[in-house]
């Protein structure tokens, strides 16, 4: 398969799913998740591992965090002569200046057409940037080819879809496997085919479809594009068994980060067969002093410890003081907590400093954010 396939991931998705304040700076691609990645270090591992060698980023706005973050490409070993790592966005190319007027992934893709077009790979996948799973494409590919579909579609058939992937896109699916219809998830029922909103198709037709879409303005989505064309063309699903999280809330992001302190997620998702690349800061090893106490949490390099922490991801530099207790908190990079303070239910950007005898208690639905840069 290596080879045959090129990797596209859509940061320009309809309805601009985003978490609250920790997207006001950057995309939700490039959010901080599990302690040392960003939420498109999975898709992109994912593309590597299954032996794509080029990879292509569709940004839509804000990716100076996205481009700090994946450099030149060499974490994942995409920084070669031949394919590689590729960031693009819309502003000032020759099909923006056409259609400027004009939203949506169809026209993000059509300003750098010219990437695809001079790529070589018979196969083109698709994929979003805030999907957050562990899995080989190969399969997925190789059944694409075997099945002779115009497109497939890779899904997961949950049976919580009252309570999670509320918003997602699901599949009518008949017994041959093709997709009948698509629908959106409005948490009516538990049972649902949830699409991945991953995509495997024919570079070739996939060209002459945006082409074809932008000639007609008829769609500004390409999953519009799917949704109204089913019944013209073969449209086919793939089913994954592998845990899955859509992360397009607040809400989800906390949801993630408790269920990635658990063995079976955490094993599943970080498995050392499909190794999850990121960018590499070595740092020193966190320093746990005399009052720590740290029960099912995870804590990154770099920091120094001496309260409570349980239930919670801390991330590099953090620094948590003496008698200090946080309880299901996400805490991100150099931050620092003084003594006494209570902290629970909270997430935390980048750079916040919080003083001695401070409480800060949030929702267990709906935790407290705070946005990054904050003396509190």
Known sequence: MKN?????????????PNINILNYAR???????????????FVLSNMVNSGMTNVGIYAKEKYRSLTDH????????????????????PENTKHNNNYGFRSGDIYSILANIDYIERSTEEYIL??????????DYSEAIEHHKQSKNDITVIYKNIDNADEDFLGCMTLNIDSNGKVLNIGNNIGAFPRANISTETYIVRRTDFIRCIYKIASLGTYSYFEDYINRELPNIQVGAFEVKNYLKCINSIQSYAEASKEMLSKEVCCELFNSDRKIFTKDK??????????????NSFVATGCKIDGTVINSTIFRKVEIGKGSVLKNCVIMQNCK????????????????????????????????????NQKL
């Open 27 to 41: 995309p939700l691609a490039s959010t901080p998740i599990a302690g040392r990645y960003r939420i498109i270090d």
């Open 282 to 295: 070595s740092q020193a090893p966190t320093i746990y002093k005399k009052h720590a106490n740290v029960e």
């Open 4 to 16: 045959e396939c090129m990797g596209l991931i859509n940061l320009d998705k309809k309805g601009n």
């Open 337 to 372: 907590i003084e003594e006494n303070v209570v902290l629970e239910n909270v997430i935390f950007d980048k750079n916040i400093s919080v003083c001695e005898g401070k409480v800060l208690k949030g929702d267990r639905d709906y935790p407290m954010v705070i946005e990054k």
């Open 70 to 89: 994946l450099g030149s490409g060499k974490d994942w070993d995409l920084s070669r002569k031949k394919g590689g790592l590729y960031i693009f966005s």
């Open 126 to 135: 698709i994929a979003p940037g805030y999907m957050l799973c562990s899995m």
